[in-house]
């Protein structure tokens, strides 16, 4: 699915599947932390069937993909760490500094967990794999991880945290490029990787 | 929350609580994959929203945390990649051969794309940390990653995975554990990674 929407229909789109995205997100932390009794549970699962009914009543046939905006900007709202309408994704907003720096605050809660109350290391990696791939992002030319290594200092609270990355060097088709994610108290896991401008895009 | 629960307590929680996840990956997926029109949407959004204020009316303070059944096996529900309550969790069934071998075999749709029809790159770097640091896991003894390198070597389609890990070596505290993710043709991403067992327990 790659058709090109004009930004006013963009920004319609975004009014509406936003919200939903975002109470999609509380029903997924209200779903891991109730308590409720049983029979409250069926009737709130009776809710959620028939909500999944109603958007399921037009589907587009495979994944979100990537759709083009008119103004030539991508719309990545299915990306499961950045995606608008994905509510499994935080979502990240990626910020990108003049000096080449990319950096992200955001929250993760009881849905991100493995070791109790910290972050699963394996959600680390991949916030720390699309930060650190996002400095060698370009408008429509998109990077592939080529290798990934991350070096844990100490177990990742839930709760605020920041990520960021830069470039250490490129090199042809490859970029090189460090970061970490910290919480307040400092960095708890380390990252380095080497990214890839395919000469074809490999997408679907 | 560390409180013991009979095993005939677990199985009435597990058939209360499994359709409940079950339910709202079927919503996540609807979620982004949805065309239906916005007054759909918003009834759609309403019924949600009545469900997490259902499920809200009694919610455990934190994250889910680890449990624990009479007969010493722990309950890790809210694991985002194994936890039967979450529904971010795909979630994964490890097996564990009597060789070592540790395996699962999955499907990953919309919610864990990255390029377009592709699974995010990070997404494949949480479930190798995953199944790579289950060859170190013991009952009661957790292993925590000390580091992950990761090598892609093409992109991982959404659909239908298998991912599999085997101790390299043990050293002291330390595991050293490699494995990969395939696909129908062959291997996509190839892992290798320390686990550590902390002398003492860093759960909060």
Known sequence: MCAVTSNAEIAQLESVYGPLADSVRRLIDATIRTTAEPTAVAAAKEKIDCATVELSAALIPDSFGVQQADDGQTMAWGNVMIGLRNPVAPPLTIHHEADGLVWTD???????????????????????????????????????????????????????????????????????????????????????????????????
């Not at 993760?108 to 109790?116: D, I, S, T, V």
């Not at 699963?120 to 030319?141: E, F």
């Not at 830069?166 to 400092?186: E, L, M, S």
């Open 106 to 204: 955001f929250v993760l809660g009881a849905a991100y967990e493995g070791p109790p109350g910290h972050v699963h290391g394996g959600m680390c990696a991949m916030v720390l794999d699309h930060v650190l791939g996002a400095t060698a992002h370009k408008p429509g030319r998109p990077a592939f991880t080529g290798t990934l290594t991350l070096r844990y200092l100490r177990g990742t609270p839930l709760g605020p945290l920041h990520a960021e990355a830069r470039i250490d060097r490129v090199d042809g088709v490859k970029t090189f490029a460090v970061g970490h994610i910290a919480d307040a108290q400092g960095i708890t896991v380390e990252a380095d990787g080497v990214f890839i401008h395919p000469r074809q895009n490999r997408s679907a």
